[in-house]
């Protein structure tokens, strides 16, 4: 039986985790938050007194921790799992993270005779607790075999999108898109309420016509069209505000490494910005049509 070691049981990595207990697998866990770790141990993991101690006699680690930093702190250096683990252990991290750095840690653990795998996810906390993420991941093909029947414990979907580092641009160029188009479509309901134009009605023709996408078909930021949408419970994410201004911020810190002009991505980023300083950061980022609402003379 392949044992795992896992590394971050918070919102996302505590379901993720359940889902493999839940399929059999013995997990070797370990969270600096107490409460996180003892809610994944009453569930069936073992607790480990530390990250490398969850990772040492892994067949398989893996990680969901915050950012970059974490990430860099917790698989590099002498103390690091990269050279805690054993030969052959399988290193798989979900969380998202800037490229540079996803790229950075992998190139150490393929130094140290090691595969690594960035696998972000997208489908959010009810994603991770029904198993139906979406993994996008990047790392040598050998790495991503291996790592299929794991993944698809924990998600519907799982696609190689090839070297390392390149699940972490399919993540945020996938929410650059994603928030871009969250403020059109809020711009345009705000657009129609002044021009009098019933949002019921400029759905009925948008959601048919070339104007139709994710932001306004699954998730209309008015209340009415799309029952399950955040509108109609006030914004309560969902997706919140600060989680959507972090992707943003990583596709521009990869934009300007990779000197591309992603003027939308630019001006997305200022816009959240904007809303997260305004006190909004824990509200669904479909919340943002308020702030645009209230723009208006
Ligand atoms: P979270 O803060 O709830 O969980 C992160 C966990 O990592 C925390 O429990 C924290 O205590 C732990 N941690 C931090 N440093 C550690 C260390 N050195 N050793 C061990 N544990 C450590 O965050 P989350 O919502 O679970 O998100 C995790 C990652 O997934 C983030 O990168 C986030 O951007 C991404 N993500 C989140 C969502 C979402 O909807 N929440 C969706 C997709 C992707």
Not at 52 to 70: N, R, Y
Not at 85 to 106: E, F, H, M, Q, Y
């Amino acid at each position: 039986m392949t044992s795992i070691g896992f590394i971050g049981t918070g919102n996302m990595g505590g379901p993720m985790a359940r889902n493999l207990l839940k399929s059999g697998f013995k997990l070797h866990a370990f969270d600096v938050v107490a409460s996180s770790l003892k809610a994944i141990v009453d569930a069936g993991a073992e607790a480990a007194g530390s990250a490398v101690e969850a990772a040492a006699t892994a067949d398989i680690v893996i990680t969901m921790l915050p950012a970059g930093k974490h990430v860099a702190s917790v698989y590099l250096g002498d103390e690091g799992i990269i050279a805690a683990t054993r030969p052959g252990t399988l290193l798989i991290d979900c969380s998202t993270i800037d490229v540079k750095t996803a790229r950075d840690v992998a190139r150490s653990a393929q130094n140290n005779g090691k595969t690594m795998l960035d696998a972000p996810v997208s489908g959010g906390t009810a994603g991770a607790e029904a198993g139906t993420l979406t993994f996008m991941v990047g790392g040598p093909a050998e790495g991503f075999e291996k790592s299929t029947p794991i993944l698809e414990k924990m998600g519907r979907t799982v696609v190689h999108t090839g070297a390392a580092g390149t699940g972490q641009a399919a993540k945020i160029c996938n929410n650059m898109i994603l928030g871009i188009s969250m403020i059109a479509v809020g711009e345009a309901f705000v657009l129609a309420e002044k021009l009098g134009l019933d949002a019921q009605k400029l759905f009925d023709v948008s959601s048919k016509s070339s104007g139709q996408c994710w932001s306004l078909t699954s998730y209309c930021p008015v209340p009415g069209p799309v029952p399950t949408s955040p509108a109609n419970r006030d914004y309560k994410p969902g997706f919140a505000a600060d989680l959507m201004l972090k992707d943003l911020s990583l596709s521009q810190e990869a934009a300007m490494q990779a000197g591309v002009d992603t003027a939308l991505g630019y001006q997305a980023t200022l816009l959240y910005e904007a809303f997260a300083k305004a006190g909004e950061g824990g509200t669904d980022f479909s919340g943002i049509i308020k702030m645009i609402r209230a723009r208006q003379r």
